[in-house]
């Protein structure tokens, strides 16, 4: 059965830090990885997604993942913090009939 | 504007009291989901629609019913609401089951069951 664990449930980091969101998957098929960001009050984006190919992947405002296959991983990273990023992020793997098997979340609150 | 709607948002209601939260998309998407999302526990799947007239059981649809008799429009149908069905509720999108196809979430339904 496929699953997620996202490592850390809540992340404190300063505005300007980097950060790096942790996410384990299991799957025995296909990997098809996505990380949602859901702001306050609001429904999920799309960050970015891991479909094939290269390995990292960039999404929007300024984050990127790196799929590896070996540690089974799809970590979120963004090199530089800003107040605007604290949300929850939800790390997700595709499942049958594109149902998406989502992660308990992982806060992240930005301190100025 | 491409989207995904729910309505209420905000929903307060009693036990056994027969309500329904709806879906609507404005994108000709062919596949609509519904989830819930519980604290600790990330988004489960309660129900899920290929096409109109085609809808199926997800992880958690215990309590629930869909119906999906427009492309537009996929219902979730609470018949007697229990505490346990206080959750936040999103609906979701896409054009069809292929797994290149992003799905769109809408804005989320808060309910309280009492």
């Known amino acids: 059965a496929q699953s997620v664990t996202q490592l850390d449930s809540q992340v404190p980091v300063f505005e300007e830090a980097p950060v790096e969101l942790r996410c384990n998957y299991s799957?025995?098929?296909?990997?098809?990885l996505f990380w949602y960001v859901q702001y306050p009050n609001q429904g999920l984006q799309l960050l970015l997604k891991?479909?094939?190919?290269?390995?990292l992947v960039k999404g929007i405002n300024g984050f990127e993942a790196e799929f590896n296959k070996s540690q089974t991983s799809f970590h979120l990273r963004k090199p530089s913090v800003h107040i605007s990023d604290t949300a929850e992020y939800f790390c997700?793997?595709?499942?049958?009939?594109?149902?998406?098997?989502f992660g308990a979340g992982t806060r992240l609150a930005v301190h100025p | 504007e491409a989207q995904v709607t729910q309505n209420p948002r905000y929903l307060i209601t009693v036990t056994g009291k027969k309500l329904t939260v709806t879906c609507s998309q404005n994108m000709n998407h062919e596949y609509m989901s519904w989830y819930r999302q519980d604290p600790g526990l990330g988004l489960r799947q309660i129900y899920y629609s290929m096409n109109v007239e085609v809808t199926d059981k997800g992880d958690v649809p215990e309590g629930y019913k869909v119906s999906r008799k427009e492309k537009r429009n996929f219902p979730l149908i609470l018949e007697s609401p229990s505490p346990n069905q206080t959750s936040l509720y999103f609906c979701?999108?896409?054009?069809?089951?292929?797994?290149?196809?992003?799905?769109?979430f809408g804005p989320g339904t808060r309910l309280t069951v009492l």
């Open positions: 891991y479909l094939s190919g290269s390995t």
């Open positions: 997700a793997v595709r499942g049958g009939y594109n149902k998406l098997i």
């Open positions: 979701a999108s896409s054009l069809t089951l292929g797994h290149y196809n992003e799905q769109f």
């Open positions: 799957s025995s098929v296909s990997v098809y």
